[in-house]
């Protein structure tokens, strides 16, 4: 099975490769998925460092006795959205899996 890194950036020769075996494969599908899961990823790695930046300012209003529950409310949606996102990552890894599973 190739990589979905070299396909990523190979993908005019993979789709050259396939033609020569005689495969009609359409890689833009592959493509769309890896574009798409590669976005929610990087949503989901943003959210997370903001969750943790944050969490470290709510610890310090806490020493300080200050009322921290307007970025504790922020981080709750923050945290729904990363579970969200999550599982949407999920869905599009599975669909690329099964895409790399049909390439020969």
Do not use: W
Not at 21 to 41: E, T
Not at 56 to 73: C, F, T, V, W, Y
């Amino acid at each position: 099975m190739l990589e979905i890194k070299f396909i990523r950036q190979n993908a005019q020769l993979v789709q050259e490769s396939l033609r020569r075996r005689g495969l009609d494969y359409d890689l833009q599908r592959f493509l769309d998925c890896d574009s798409k899961r590669r976005a929610i990823l990087l949503e989901v790695e943003e959210l997370k460092h903001e969750r943790n930046t944050v969490s470290g300012r709510i610890a310090q209003m806490n020493k300080e006795r200050k009322d921290p529950s307007k970025l504790i409310a922020q981080m709750r949606a923050v945290s729904q959205r990363i579970k969200a996102l999550d599982e949407e990552l999920s869905k599009y890894e599975e669909s690329l899996h099964a895409i790399l599973m049909d390439l020969p």
